[in-house]
């Protein structure tokens, strides 16, 4: 009698549990965990459950035990963290120990402590990968930052540059057309100063297509410098002297290249503005910093003196993109403007 007992126990016992863990399965699978204090105390629930089925002590109940365990040390692990997995696995073992089904000690014992470590593994996985995705969003907030930033500056490029021209071109056919119906002679002249000005938008436009392309940081940036000194002398035709040595001077590569797009914006900025006719390009290491300067002869800027970054932006002087661009990448910046004498710029890039 107590046998058939027995058998019903272990019987029901094993239909209980077969729902119980296709339940927590199908949960489990299908996302409907919850999560907080209820998944806790769905955690809770399974643990109470397992201690239930060590608790009927019956031979025919070790395998359905064991598989339960590991499913819920499995479930532990995966959807909580190191303390819950910790907490679940002593909780076992010491009932277990208490209720003496020594089968089962060795399986608890070395799956509680190969949980446990996974739990703190996975939680140092977490970590790694919390901060990976941190620093790949704030990565993609400055790469924004600075397409938008690159916008702005050839927006304003050609604004101030093709656009200009061509407008100036619209207004000055618009002029010869008139001259033309009265004075033939006079259109021809006005047509030979057209060409003229013709040709000078095929020189900006040249110009303005050359700072587009991307720059080519070779491995010295002061040998890039060099190379970009000596073809603005024979594009522009104005004479050039570089100071600086061979000697490679380590910069970061993103660094190098904004860095030579300000000094080439500068030369730009010295053929279209300055009227020069010599410019004096310089590069110099100073203890931990690479200091550049561009020193030309030109008209120099309506005011005078030497100012900072920050002076620079208080007082809105100077050249906005190259501003902009220094203070974005965390370069010193200096303007020195001799008005009818030329002007200079230096920056101090950190090496």
């Known amino acids: ?118 739990a703190f593994w996975k939680k140092r996985l977490d970590s790694t990968l919390a901060r990976a995705l941190k620093e790949a969003a704030a990565a993609g907030r400055e790469a924004q930052t600075a397409r938008e930033s690159e916008r702005q500056t050839i927006a304003a490029d050609f604004h101030d540059g093709p656009l200009q021209s061509f407008i100036s071109f619209q207004i000055r056919l618009d002029i010869l057309r008139r001259v033309l119906e009265r004075d033939l002679p006079a259109g021809l002249e006005e047509l030979r ?6 040709q000078s938008q095929v020189r900006e436009l040249r110009s303005f297509v050359r700072r587009m ?47 030579l797009r300000m000094v080439r914006e500068a030369l730009h900025n010295v053929q279209k503005h300055a009227h020069a006719t010599r410019v004096a390009v310089g590069v110099e290491q100073s203890g931990k910093e690479l200091h550049i300067t561009i020193d030309d002869n030109g008209v120099g800027f309506p005011f005078g003196g030497v100012y900072s970054l920050d002076e620079l932006d208080l007082l809105r002087l100077g050249p906005v993109s190259i501003k902009r661009r220094a203070r974005s990448i965390g370069v010193g910046f200096t303007l020195e403007s001799r008005p009818g004498r030329g002007s200079g710029l230096k920056f101090k890039v950190p090496v």
Request: hydrophobic fraction near 55%; proline fraction near 5%; charged fraction near 15%.
């Open 193 to 198: 100063q057209l060409q003229e000005l013709c």
């Open 1 to 118: 009698m107590s046998l058939l007992a027995g058998q019903e126990v272990s019987s029901l016992a094993t239909a209980v549990m077969a729902v119980f863990t296709a339940h927590s399965t199908l949960l489990a699978i299908r996302g409907g965990v919850a999560a907080g204090v209820f998944g806790l105390l769905a955690l809770f629930a399974d643990t109470v459950f397992f201690l239930f089925l060590v608790n009927l002590g019956m031979p025919a109940m070790f395998w359905p035990s064991l598989a339960f365990y590991l499913y819920l040390i499995s479930a532990a692990l995966l959807l909580y963290g190191p303390r819950e997995v910790w907490l679940v696995s002593s909780v076992s073992l010491l009932f277990v120990l208490v209720a003496r089904p020594r089968e089962l000690v060795p399986a608890v014992l070395v799956g509680g402590v190969l949980t446990s470590a996974g």
């Open 213 to 259: 392309r991307p720059v080519d940081v070779e491995a010295s940036l002061t040998a890039a410098i060099r190379r970009l000194a000596d073809d603005f002398r024979k594009e522009s035709g104005i004479a050039v002297a570089f100071v600086g040595s061979d000697t490679p001077v380590p910069v970061a590569p993103e660094l190098s290249t904004d860095v």
